[in-house]
């Protein structure tokens, strides 16, 4: 293997089109979309539009003549297939945090009797926090963490909800969410994911896998922008009765009839609540355009054949240095590696420098993320000869590195 072949895989790769869709600034090798995906032109020039057109000129009309109320549910549309979900199935609102909220509040409500929510201390604190806010509230609830491999376990008749994240933000380690949802089913608990290090990047299928409730972000391998809109899932089963804990008027079945009474909105959209954020709606909607006919399986091919060759390379060429610490089987990892690095901070810093682009999670992991959609072979490589430089000179090793950082 050397450039010339990844050049070459690169050329052939059914993917290639999608990444002129893009635009990462020269001498930049990005592998973070894991964390905040990449700009594409059309959504710039979306939001131009949204801004001086429609809100601008258009005002409150856009309202209408825009469709800015409809904007909630064309996403959806556009969403499900990624997701192997029906658009009727989700809300595309708020954040995943608060999403989770709802989604916990709603699967507690549907297990009433059953004191457990059982989640893995390998989740994404966000998930954690949530869960034992919801416990609080509720006061009938106890949060019960435990280590990784002994969820099945510990699943018993008290569990109400079984909360996991699909694939760990820290190793890259992916759950089995078909025999894990299949487990929690059989002592009678619901199983809710979190998507937001899989939707975009992996075959999910959440029809097939049997899910009852999803929460994720679209601001990752969805390149929504910061801070766009999350999305909630409830399995169709459940919409003739669960309950959103928030409700609010976008939520209700006629919003503009201004009624006192609540009444749902028929689809999983009960669980909007507030007016939807046009502009971060609207960037989403065109960012997702470029999913639009793309089957899910090919992501999932593209981000294993990528992280399969940076482990690959990373052994033979910094095998010494790093601890490869995702599993080698692309089956059970999701389109992120990460190495252990004493010093993972200040080799991050330095490749940083360099222009490739990944990120650091305390205490000792360097993290890459391989966005299916625009990441390439050649950069993989690239990223890898940089790795190699940085360690073996020990470029980190120098005071300008060294400074820990507070964002990444
Ligand atoms: C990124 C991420 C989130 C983000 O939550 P927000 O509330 O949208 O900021 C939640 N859960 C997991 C597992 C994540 O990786």
Known sequence: MDRGTCAEADAADPLASARAAFSLPDGVCYLDGNSLGALQ???????????DHEWGRGLIRSWTDAGWVELPRRVAQRLAPLLGADPVELAVTDSTSANLFKALAAARRLR?????????????????????GLAELTGDLEVRVVPTEEVAAHLDADVAVLLLTHIDYRTGRRHDPNDLTAAAHAVGALAVWDLSHSTGALDVDLHHWDVDLAVGCTYKYLNGGPGSPAYLYVAGRFLDRITSPVRGWFGHARPFAFDLGYLPAPGAERFLDGTPPVLSMAALDTALEVFDGLDRRMLEAKAAALTGRFIDLVDARCGDEVEVVTPRDAARRGAQVSLRHDHADAVMQAMISRG???DHRPPDLLRFGFAPLYVTRVDVWDAVEDLAEVLTTRAWDNPEFRQPRTLT
């Open 112 to 132: 009433p009797g059953r004191q457990v929510l059982l989640t893995d201390d390998a989740n994404f604190p966000t998930d954690v926090y949530v869960a034992h």
């Open 41 to 51: 032109p059309a959504v710039a020039q979306r939001l131009r539009e949204v801004v």
């Open 356 to 358: 490739v682009i990944g």
